[in-house]
């Protein structure tokens, strides 16, 4: 039988655990699954991974969603010093209802990467690896031709993935011929909602790390690995970032 953790003791552990993570500032609390249990409707898959040590999140992110940590993140060794935009979805084998979030999570986990962040069509935002781990989310690149960041930038990026579908030349390695324009139009692009919540989230993760909120340090993950393509044409920077940025 699960004992219930008085909300005193709840208070207790969250103040220790803001204590114990002044390396990373912003919102932290402990995991457990006691807690995590009482917090949030958990997938079932979910409640055996779930971390035990304290993590750093964005403070207005579910943890509903949380990837198996010790299989799909490490700790992060330096402090994050870039964001870096995608959009992800299950279109290629769900093209009616692309955007279950338990579908991503498995299709994260099926293929060994994950995302700190997924923001849905709806504008909420999902922590699926807490930020004071490293995410496996950028893969094989360079950026602002410094060698420190060749293929590393999983070391110092935070990764957000929109729920989203590209053009039609985005999803071209995706879709077979013809697939694109069957789509329900709704499923393509990206919402109001997530332009408000991308912009918050980041304005947030720039305050905390002292990120400079520009295009060098903003940047999608078609910028620094050129075979990708998210988050593509349809992606309005102008509406995250200022065009003198
Ligand atoms: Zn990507």
Known sequence: MRTKIPAFGMLVI?????????????????????????IAELPAEAISDLPTAPV???????????????????ERKYDPEFVMVHFTS???????????????????????????????????????????????HAGVGEWLEDE???????????????????????????????AYSQLDAAHLGFTDAQYESLAALVTDLCERYRIPMDREHIIGHDAYSPEKHDPGELFDWNRLLTAES
């Not at 402990?30 to 807690?35: A, D, L």
């Not at 999140?57 to 490490?74: G, Q, V």
């Not at 986990?109 to 069509?121: A, C, D, K, Q």
């Open 90 to 136: 299950a279109v290629v084998t769900n093209r009616e209802d692309p955007y279950d979030p338990s579908a991503l999570r498995a299709l994260f986990v099926e293929n060994g990467v994950s995302t700190h962040y997924l923001i849905r069509r709806d504008g909420t935002v999902l922590c699926m690896v807490p930020e004071n781990r490293v995410a496996w």
């Open 148 to 178: 420190k960041y060749t293929n590393t930038m999983n070391e110092y990026a935070i990764g957000i993935e929109l729920a989203a579908i590209g053009s039609e030349t985005d999803m071209e390695k995706y879709l077979p011929a013809g």
């Open 56 to 74: 750093t999140m964005y403070k207005n992110a579910s943890e509903a969603y949380l990837c198996p940590l010790e299989d799909y993140s490490w």
């Open 14 to 38: 969250l103040l220790l655990s803001l204590c114990a993570c002044r390396q990373f500032p912003g919102v932290t609390q402990p995991i457990t699954k006691e807690i995590a249990l009482q």
